[in-house]
């Protein structure tokens, strides 16, 4: 079984890279093409304790995020979050220079300032997203820019203003981030709607043939699956083109099946909650009453 490395500190993934020690403990800019790996293996696995993010290109490996395999051909730039398992599988015979950068940030720089806790919202973090972010060239300068502002101001004399200056860089980076991988959602509008036609295709199977009652609701994990994507991928993926999230069009699903079976049949509300997966009749009621302002009984008698 191939050893799988921990890096705990900056210092140690440097080492380990045959770099020099990093000028601050907590946060550094490595130039992607110094960094060596001091094995022979052809596949190298490791978990880091930071937060890292990889702009790089002419990467001869593929690259593999969780359990999921990260889509990095093209892409120039992803996001890894601490405590999180990745591993590099080497392409033989090719011979290429990669270049960029790698910013690696420990939590602990974080401490006391607004991003110890905003970081966690942006879903490019997430261990389920695998699609790395494509840059124009004019996105790429902008990330090597604010990239190289944070480098200049750790590299000066660390006072009390540092560590709120490279923060409000580190903001700045991420709110770009945030509109490239919306960018990203409109400009692949083809394969983007073949994946929402996909979603429909796969909700409409599952609640057509009888699945509910055999197998109950599907979940978003398992929604997910079916399409070979994350689960976070999907949601993002919806939330652009339909304002809803994955849950929200499940739920919807349900309520319309629930309306078809209140106004056509005289089953029963239990009888209907269990055909449609509940376990608990008042658990659909619940949800149908938010959804439609009614509960079941109200709206059958209004329908009728």
Same mark, same amino acid.
Request: with cysteine; net charge neutral.
């Given at each position: ?5 921990? &890096? ?19 946060? /550094? ?117 604010? &990239? ?30 945030? =509109? ?10 083809? /394969? ?46 919806? =939330? ?59 709206? =059958?008698?209004?329908?009728?």
């Amino acid at each position: 079984m191939k050893q799988t490395f921990r &890096f705990n500190s900056l210092s140690e993934f440097h080492a380990f890279c045959n770099l020099p020690n990093p000028e601050h403990p907590l946060i /550094s800019l490595i130039d992607y093409s110094k960094v060596k790996y001091p094995v022979n293996d052809m596949e190298l696995k490791w978990i880091q304790n930071y937060y890292s993010v990889g702009l790089k290109r002419n990467v001869n490996a593929k690259f593999n995020y969780g359990q999921q395999e990260y889509d990095f051909d093209s892409g120039v730039l992803c996001f890894v979050s601490p405590l999180q398992f990745l591993s590099l599988e080497m392409k033989p015979d090719v011979e290429v220079e990669p270049t960029g950068y790698l910013l690696l940030i420990h939590p602990d720089f974080l401490w006391g300032t607004s991003l110890i806790k905003k970081i966690k919202s942006y879903e490019f973090f997430s261990y389920q997203i695998n699609e790395a972010l494509f840059l124009s060239d004019k996105e790429e300068k902008i990330i090597v820019d604010l &990239f190289k502002n944070i480098e200049k101001e750790y590299q000066n004399n660390i006072d009390k203003f540092t560590q709120e200056l490279i923060v409000a860089q580190l903001e700045l980076f991420l709110i770009y981030a945030e =509109r490239f991988y919306e960018r990203q959602f409109f400009t692949r509008k083809k /394969s983007s709607h073949e994946l929402l036609e996909k979603f429909e295709e796969v909700l409409s199977q599952h609640f057509n043939n009888g699945n509910l009652l055999e197998k109950g609701i599907p979940s978003v994990k398992s929604i997910a699956e079916q399409l070979n994507i994350s689960p976070n991928y999907l949601g993002s993926l919806l =939330r652009i083109h339909t304002q809803q999230n994955t849950q929200q069009h499940i739920q919807n699903k349900l309520i319309d099946l629930a309306k078809e079976r209140l106004s056509t049949t005289s089953l029963s509300v239990s009888e209907i909650a269990y055909e449609l997966g509940f376990e608990h009749p008042q658990s659909f009621s619940k949800l149908f009453k938010q959804k439609v302002k009614q509960s079941p009984g109200e709206f =059958r008698r209004a329908f009728n």
